[in-house]
């Protein structure tokens, strides 16, 4: 089977800023992928990239084993790429706008499925609604949709939840990770990072146009964040744990890999005669990861 | 060629359409003033090709009609949905240039036909008006409105700004389209400019598109469709150039 997307030493420059730099990733068929860095990181350069928006300097992208530039009705045509502004086309109603953008795909009916997408986004009341009528969160959800008019096995989000409420993001995750179920391959860039760690099997971090990080969700956890015992005491910590530990906030953290270290731990606290005000277990998270890993040196690709 | 291309002339032409009041009505009613005023201060003083002026007039102010509203199509999609970041909806699907192309061109075509349909019906009543050789007019009509929209097109693409657009329209448009023998036949001008105008293939749209009502022009209609078809045709390679580099288009 091969790799839903495959990007190849990708280098793209915008005058002195180098936007992408020898950039290589293939994201698997049926993957939940997360794209992550800081602005200005290369993350919607990238994208754009293998939307054909943006033509990279040197290298080669392929979706669904389709070459973006030599093959690109092709490829284009395995992808739908959810823009990250907020834009629409003020001329027409939902519905319009989605049997429009089937037709650019070459579709003629495709109103059983427009109705099925509407109605997986909450959007079956607003089909007759001119697009300039619709809140922000509405129109972002049209933006989905258009993305999907297509069928592609591959969707591609790019901040889909900025600016975004509680109840359209659950509505959005819920669906879009059914679409993922159903063998849709997703990527996705988000700065929530917590979206990031609960949907996506696999992550790249990026850094001013470079990979790094990549790896599962779960070893970036791992080698990059863990465990914490979080106390409050009534005094001061010992001086031997104190070396580990850090403190903000009135509250002591102590690292641990394994749980069975707690009572170690505890017992220590104990023996050094603090009493215990509160007490609780953080848990490893992609927000300390993303932290170290952007501090770090790129040494995080493997 | 179901598809791309159909689908986006369709939305091209219905987005006019759904402004018909701004961008169909309001320019019949300019033109309408035009002949109003020009013809009530000219008739009867002015014959030209022994055509009494505001006859003249007609076919004059139809064809400017025409060509600007083929221009004003095109580019303002264009520029419009540039601002508004929009145009990703045609540039993600798997539309070639060439149907980009054809698809903008068409439009701005339906749209300057409509449009000087429109000024033909609301102006028929003042003058009679022969058509002597109707095949004429239809070619002028597309082929000026197809050079016009794909002018729209150069200029939407290169235009950042509504400003930038609004330069193009009001210092190279307007001059070419007036200064092309609309009000006037450019046999009654000085030499130098009636020179001049032979250099301009606006003049060879107008003088054409007329011969067609009248069967008289100041030039041969077949030099004005060979000048007419030439531009076209090196348009046509220069905008597609234009397209397929990526242009301000794709970075």
């Known amino acids: 089977m091969s790799p839903a997307i495959r990007i190849e030493q990708v280098s793209k420059r915008f005058g002195s800023v180098q936007a992408l730099d ?16 800081p602005n200005g990181a290369g993350k919607t350069t990238l994208i754009s990239a293998l939307a ?14 389709k070459d973006v530039q030599a093959d690109y009705r092709a490829a284009r045509r395995q992808l739908g790429v959810v823009p990250q502004e907020l834009v629409f086309d003020p001329f027409f109603s939902v519905r319009e706008s989605l049997q429009i953008q089937s037709g650019y795909f070459g579709i003629v009916d495709n109103d059983a499925w427009i109705d099925e997408i509407l109605e997986n986004l909450g959007l079956t009341s607003k089909a007759g609604a001119n697009m300039r009528m619709l809140s922000g969160g509405m129109k972002r959800r049209v933006l989905v949709a258009q993305a999907l008019v297509h069928r592609p096995p591959v969707i591609v989000l790019d901040e889909p939840t900025a600016g975004v409420d509680v109840e359209l993001r659950q509505t959005l995750w819920a669906f879009i990770r059914r679409l993922n179920e159903a063998g849709h391959t997703i990527v996705l860039t988000t700065h929530y990072l917590e979206e990031a760690e609960m949907l996506c099997n696999r992550i790249a971090m990026l850094k001013a146009g470079r990979i790094v990080a990549l790896d599962t969700t779960s070893n970036l956890l791992r080698r990059f964040s863990s465990h914490s015992l979080r106390l409050r005491i009534d005094r001061s910590l010992p001086d031997d744990l104190r070396a580990a530990a850090t403190e903000s906030g009135g509250w002591w953290s102590l690292p641990f890999d394994a749980f069975d270290e707690v009572e170690t731990l505890l017992a220590r606290v104990r023996a050094a005669g603090c009493g215990i005000t509160e007490l609780e277990i953080g848990k490893p998270d992609l927000e300390e990861v993303f932290v170290r890993v952007m501090q770090g040196s790129p040494s995080g690709q493997d | 060629m179901r598809g791309g291309f159909s689908t986006l002339l369709y939305k091209e032409v219905l987005r006019f359409w759904k402004v018909a009041a701004q961008t169909v009505a309001a320019p019949v009613l300019t033109a309408l003033l035009y002949l109003l005023i020009f013809s009530h201060v000219l008739e009867g003083h002015v014959k030209i090709h022994g055509i009494a002026y505001t006859a003249f007039l007609i076919p004059g ?8 509203n083929a221009f004003a199509n095109s580019s303002s999609s264009l520029i419009q949905s540039k601002v508004t970041g929009n145009i990703v909806f045609v540039l993600l699907p798997p539309i070639s240039y060439l149907e980009f192309f054809a698809a903008y061109v068409l439009a701005a ?45 150069i200029a939407g693409i290169w235009a950042e700004k509504f400003d930038q ?38 003049f060879y749209m107008i003088d054409g598109f007329r011969h067609g009502f009248f069967g008289v022009s100041d030039a041969s209609p077949w030099l004005s469709l060979a000048v007419v078809a030439a531009c076209f045709a090196i348009l046509t390679v220069f905008t597609l150039n234009l397209l397929k580099s990526g242009y301000k288009l794709r970075a």
């Open chain 1, 22 to 37: 020898r950039v290589g990733l293939e994201i698997n068929q049926g993957e939940f992928f997360g794209l992550l860095g």
């Open chain 1, 52 to 65: 054909g928006l943006v033509r990279a300097d040197s290298g080669r992208l392929r979706v669904m084993d």
């Open chain 2, 61 to 68: 102010l139809v064809i400017m009609s025409v060509l600007q």
């Open chain 2, 109 to 153: 075509v339906v749209r300057g036909c409509v449009v000087g349909g429109g000024v033909l019906l609301a102006t028929l009543w003042f003058a009679p008006l022969g058509f002597a050789e109707p095949w004429w007019i239809l070619i002028f009509a597309v082929l000026g409105g197809a050079i016009l929209g794909s002018l729209g097109v």
């Open chain 2, 165 to 202: 657009l609004a330069a193009f329209q009001n210092f190279l448009i307007m001059p070419l389209t007036f200064l092309s023998g609309v009000f006037y036949s450019v046999h009654s001008l000085p030499p130098f400019w009636q020179q001049l105008s032979h250099w301009n293939p606006v």
